[in-house]
C-alpha cells in the first residue's frame, strides 16, 4: 500500500498514544477513519478534532476483548465506508506482577486485550480486506514480544502471541497470493499512557526493591520515542510492507541483544536488575 488517499483505515485504541498519533496523519494522508477506544470521551475527541480538519472519520466505544462487539463494529465500518483497506490492531494494557502473585482474572485481562484483540480485529476484518483491491493489517506488539522480562510475563506471553499469530498470517496470506498483507510492530519506550493506566502490584518490590507507585514512575522515565515519530515509522513501514518494524534506538539495540544473545540476555538483564535492586 503506497498510497492511503481515499482508502479506509481502521485503528483501535485512538482515543491516545501512538492510535491518535496514526489517525492524525493517515487522515492527513486522506484516509477515511473508523476509530475506536474504551475512552469513548477520547476517542470522540480526536474525531471532532479530525473533522474540524476535514477528515470523514467515525468514532465509537469498543471493548476489543469482546468478541461479538468487534464483528458488531466491522459491520457499522462496512455499512458507513463499503470497504476497508488498513487495520491497525492497536489497543493495549499493561500489567506488572510476577507470575506467582498474578491473577486469573488479571492475565484473562490482560489477554483479552493485548492478544484476543488483535485476533478478532484480524479475523473480523480479513474477509472484507481480502474483498478491497489491496489491504493491510498491522498488529502492535512490543520490544517485550522479542526477549522475556521479569515482573512482565502475562504482558510478554501476549506479545509474543501477537507476533508469533502476525508472522504466521503474513505466510499464509503469501501463499495464498493475497492481495493482503500485515506487519508485526515492535515498540520500545513509548510516551503514552500505558504506564499511567497499567495494574502493577507490589510483588515487583521482589524484582527492583521498589513499591509499585515507584516502579510506574521509572517505567515512564524510560519511555523516549514519541507517539508521532511512532507513527510515522509505523506508516513508513506499511508504505514499505514489512515483515517488522522496530520503534526507538531501544527496540534497536533490545533486537540486537536477542539476536546476538538469544539465552544469555538473561543472565545480563537479572544481573543487570540484581544490582539496581541491590542501590535501592
Same mark, same amino acid.
Given at each position: 500500500?503506497?498510497?492511503?488517499?481515499?482508502?479506509?483505515? =481502521?485503528?483501535?485504541?485512538?482515543?491516545?498514544?501512538?492510535?491518535?498519533?496514526?489517525?492524525?496523519?493517515?487522515?492527513?494522508?486522506?484516509?477515511?477513519?473508523?476509530?475506536?477506544?474504551? +475512552?469513548?470521551?477520547?476517542?470522540?475527541?480526536?474525531?471532532?478534532?479530525?473533522?474540524?480538519?476535514?477528515?470523514? =472519520?467515525?468514532?465509537?466505544?469498543?471493548? =476489543?476483548?469482546?468478541?461479538?462487539?468487534?464483528?458488531?463494529?466491522?459491520?457499522?465500518?462496512?455499512?458507513?465506508?463499503?470497504?476497508? +483497506?488498513?487495520?491497525?490492531?492497536?489497543?493495549?494494557?499493561?500489567?506488572? $506482577?510476577?507470575?506467582?502473585?498474578?491473577?486469573?482474572?488479571?492475565?484473562?485481562?490482560?489477554?483479552?486485550?493485548?492478544?484476543?484483540?488483535?485476533?478478532?480485529?484480524?479475523?473480523?476484518?480479513?474477509?472484507?480486506?481480502?474483498?478491497?483491491?489491496?489491504?493491510?493489517?498491522?498488529?502492535? $506488539? $512490543?520490544?517485550?514480544?522479542?526477549?522475556?522480562?521479569?515482573?512482565?510475563?502475562?504482558? +510478554?506471553?501476549?506479545?509474543?502471541?501477537?507476533?508469533?499469530?502476525?508472522?504466521?498470517?503474513?505466510?499464509?496470506?503469501?501463499?495464498?497470493?493475497?492481495?493482503?498483507?500485515?506487519?508485526?510492530?515492535?515498540?520500545?519506550?513509548?510516551?503514552?499512557?500505558?504506564?499511567?493506566?497499567?495494574?502493577?502490584?507490589?510483588?515487583?518490590?521482589?524484582?527492583?526493591?521498589?513499591?509499585?507507585?515507584?516502579?510506574?514512575?521509572?517505567?515512564?522515565?524510560?519511555?523516549?520515542?514519541?507517539?508521532?515519530?511512532?507513527?510515522?515509522?509505523?506508516?513508513?513501514?506499511?508504505?514499505? +510492507?514489512?515483515?517488522?518494524?522496530?520503534?526507538?534506538?531501544?527496540?534497536?539495540?533490545?533486537?540486537?541483544?536477542?539476536?546476538?544473545?538469544?539465552?544469555?540476555?538473561?543472565?545480563?538483564?537479572?544481573?543487570?536488575?540484581?544490582?539496581?535492586? $541491590?542501590?535501592?
Amino acid at each position: 500500500m503506497k498510497s492511503f488517499r481515499d482508502r479506509v483505515a =481502521v485503528i483501535t485504541g485512538a482515543g491516545s498514544g501512538i492510535g491518535r498519533a496514526l489517525a492524525v496523519e493517515l487522515g492527513a494522508a486522506g484516509c477515511k477513519l473508523a476509530l475506536s477506544d474504551i +475512552n469513548e470521551a477520547a476517542v470522540k475527541q480526536v474525531a471532532k478534532e479530525l473533522k474540524a480538519n476535514g477528515r470523514d =472519520v467515525i468514532a465509537d466505544r469498543l471493548d =476489543v476483548a469482546d468478541r461479538e462487539a468487534f464483528y458488531a463494529y466491522a459491520d457499522k465500518v462496512i455499512n458507513k465506508f463499503g470497504s476497508v +483497506n488498513l487495520v491497525i490492531n492497536n489497543a493495549g494494557v499493561a500489567l506488572g $506482577s510476577t507470575v506467582e502473585q498474578t491473577s486469573y482474572e488479571d492475565f484473562e485481562w490482560l489477554m483479552g486485550i493485548n492478544f484476543w484483540g488483535v485476533v478478532y480485529g484480524t479475523k473480523a476484518f480479513l474477509p472484507h480486506l481480502k474483498n478491497a483491491d489491496e489491504g493491510h493489517i498491522v498488529n502492535i $506488539s $512490543s520490544v517485550f514480544g522479542l526477549i522475556g522480562v521479569p515482573s512482565q510475563s502475562a504482558y +510478554n506471553a501476549a506479545k509474543f502471541a501477537v507476533r508469533g499469530f502476525t508472522e504466521s498470517l503474513r505466510q499464509e496470506l503469501e501463499l495464498e497470493g493475497s492481495s493482503v498483507s500485515c506487519t508485526s510492530v515492535h515498540p520500545g519506550g513509548i510516551k503514552t499512557n500505558i504506564a499511567r493506566n497499567a495494574r502493577m502490584n507490589d510483588s515487583v518490590k521482589e524484582i527492583t526493591g521498589k513499591d509499585a507507585a515507584s516502579n510506574l514512575q521509572d517505567f515512564e522515565k524510560m519511555f523516549r520515542t514519541t507517539p508521532e515519530e511512532a507513527a510515522a515509522t509505523i506508516i513508513a513501514g506499511i508504505r514499505g +510492507n514489512k515483515r517488522r518494524v522496530l520503534i526507538g534506538a531501544d527496540a534497536v539495540a533490545i533486537d540486537t541483544m536477542q539476536r546476538l544473545l538469544p539465552t544469555s540476555y538473561q543472565k545480563l538483564l537479572v544481573t543487570g536488575q540484581k544490582m539496581l535492586r $541491590s542501590r535501592t
